[in-house]
C-alpha cells in the first residue's frame, strides 16, 4: 500500500467518525425509573438532554396535590445541576486530554 492510498483511508475514516459524531449527536436515548415517574434523555454521545418528572415521582401518596408550575420547576433546577456537572465533567476531560497529547488534535477524540 502506498502512501496516497494511506492518506485517502485516514481521510475517509475521519469522515465516517465525524458523521457518526454527528449522527450520535442528534440521537435521543431515554432512561426511565419508577414505572415512567423519571424520564432522562441522553443524546447518543452521553450528553445530558431533559428531565421529565411526573407528579407520582414527587409525592406518590398524593399526586394529585402537586402542581405543574413545582413539576416544571423541579425539571429545571436538576436539569441544571446536571448540565452544569456535565460541561465541568467534559472541561476536566478535555483538560486531562490535552495535558496527555500535548495539545494535538486526534481524530475521533472529541474535546
Known sequence: MNIMQMMKQAQSLQ?????????????????????????????GQGKFKSIKLKAEAINPENPSSVDSETVEMLEDIISTAIQQASDRASKEMESKMKAVTGGINIPGLNF
Not at 15 to 43: F, H, N, P, Y
Open 15 to 43: 469522515q465516517k467518525l465525524k458523521s457518526t459524531q454527528e449522527e450520535l449527536a442528534r440521537t435521543e436515548i431515554t432512561g426511565e425509573s419508577a414505572g415512567g415517574a423519571v424520564i432522562v434523555t441522553c443524546d
